[in-house]
């Protein structure tokens, strides 16, 4: 009977041993702590002004690019805040408060 011939594929396939994998058991997830919610409030001359809710809306009036650094200038006795966009801003840079 004649030999057989294996190829090297077939050869190294019966002689690397199998290969177990040992599935780590996932540690117990923690609770995510919530961070507590602030709300910061300015008040003046008998008037409550929601400082939080200014700077949202500060924000959204700047539409300003991503990375970018506001400034905000309150003004309670004019009811106003004003803004800087990277430094620059202008009379429009203004939100009522």
């Given amino acids: 009977m004649p030999a057989k011939k294996t ?7 019966v002689a690397a041993p199998a290969v ?6 996932r540690a117990p997830r923690k609770a995510a702590v919530k ?3 602030v709300k910061t409030l300015l008040q003046f001359n ?3 002004f929601d400082i939080s809710a200014l700077s949202e809306k500060v924000v959204k009036a700047a ?3 991503a990375g970018s ?12 805040a004003y803004y800087t966009v990277n430094g620059e801003g ?8």
């Fill in 35 to 37: 961070a507590p919610s």
């Fill in 90 to 97: 202008s009379d429009a840079f203004k939100v009522e408060l």
């Fill in 69 to 80: 650094e506001i400034a905000i200038y309150v003004k309670p006795e004019e009811g106003a």
């Fill in 7 to 13: 190829t090297a594929k077939a050869a190294e396939a």
């Fill in 63 to 65: 539409n300003a690019p």
């Fill in 20 to 25: 177990e994998t040992v599935k780590n058991p």
């Fill in 46 to 48: 008998g008037s409550e």
